[in-house]
């Protein structure tokens, strides 16, 4: 297979090149500085150049607050940018993955989110991510993955961001009354190239970790395994507003990667190994 990943450098985007060049595929791996996904042409004549069978789109504006001020540049990014590369993906008959998010969900509800589920975003970045998904789909071999609260061995991920908050000594405050489901960014490329392997239907499909926690209980969790104190206090989202709404209840399960055989772990069983990878990188 000839891969061309776009947004090559994100948490995903770098996940999912090792793995391909591990299992000895083609890569073109390109970051944004390389390759803008909003630049229509430039995209048009990557997918040319590069003729993929797969091309993974892993870029994302994903400042969920920022957004809000910005969202010409979250719509640009999360929304027109997927458009240009599933119209180049369909005049070049080449297998699409666009990852997406839980946030397309309000998060009012007690159970956990499947595929069959009706978004409705809250956020401007929710409603670009949202967008983004229909726009993937006008290729029809596009296989649509939404995840949740990435985290990777990576300097940008909130496992090395949390770890320097707390070793500057700051007074740390994470919200106790909303949950989520960390997901590790090499069980998502793992799982991307499970559903590719499979040649499973196109489509759909949720990929996110087994464990639902609160942010303040995932941090919890961050820094007592690495054994680092912090000054951490609980809060509830009322005490700590953001600009963007939030779900309270972003929590998604995976029925058909389940139906694949495909299993995510949950976040604290990957926390180790990416703690380790931090501490290597
Ligand atoms: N992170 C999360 O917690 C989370 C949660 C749910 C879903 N997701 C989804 O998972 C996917 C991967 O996210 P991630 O965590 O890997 O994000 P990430 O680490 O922030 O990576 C995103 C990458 O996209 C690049 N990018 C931004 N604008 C671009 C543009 N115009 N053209 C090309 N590249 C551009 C960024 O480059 P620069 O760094 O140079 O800007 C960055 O390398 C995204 O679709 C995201 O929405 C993520």
């Not at 909303?178 to 499973?200: G, K, L, M, R």
């Amino acid at each position: 297979m000839k891969f061309l990943i776009f947004g090559a450098q994100g948490q995903v985007g770098s996940a999912v090149a090792s793995e391909a060049r591990a299992k000895g595929h083609e890569v073109t791996a390109l970051p944004r500085a390389e390759l803008d996904i909003t630049d229509e042409k430039a995209v048009r004549e990557a997918v040319e150049r590069y003729a993929p069978t797969h091309i993974i789109n892993a870029a994302a504006y994903n400042q969920v607050d920022q957004a809000e001020d910005d969202s010409e540049k979250a719509f640009s990014v999360n929304a027109l940018g997927p458009g240009h590369i599933a119209l180049a993906a369909k005049r070049n008959d080449c297998i699409l993955v666009h990852y997406s998010t839980d946030y397309v969900f309000d998060g009012e509800t007690s159970t956990a989110y499947t595929e069959e589920d009706r978004p409705n975003p809250l956020s401007a970045y929710a409603r670009s991510k949202y967008l983004g998904e229909l726009a993937a789909a006008i290729n029809p071999k596009s296989y649509i993955i939404r995840t949740a609260w990435v985290f990777s061995r990576g300097g940008t991920s909130f496992v090395s961001r949390l770890l320097n908050l707390a070793r500057s000594g700051k007074p740390l405050k994470f919200v106790n009354d909303q949950w989520c489901t960390p997901t590790y960014a090499d069980d998502i490329a793992a799982s991307t190239f499970a559903v590719i392997e499979q040649n499973a239907p196109f489509g759909l499909y949720h990929a996110a970790g087994a464990d639902v926690l609160t942010p303040y209980e995932w941090a919890t969790a961050i820094l007592s395994r690495s054994g680092q104190k912090a000054d951490i206090t609980a809060v509830s989202s009322r005490e700590f507003r953001t600009k963007a709404l939030r779900p309270r209840r972003s929590v998604i399960t995976n029925p058909r990667l389940k139906t694949l055989n495909i299993e995510i772990p949950g976040g604290l069983a990957r926390l180790e190994e990416c703690l380790k990878g931090s501490e290597e990188g």
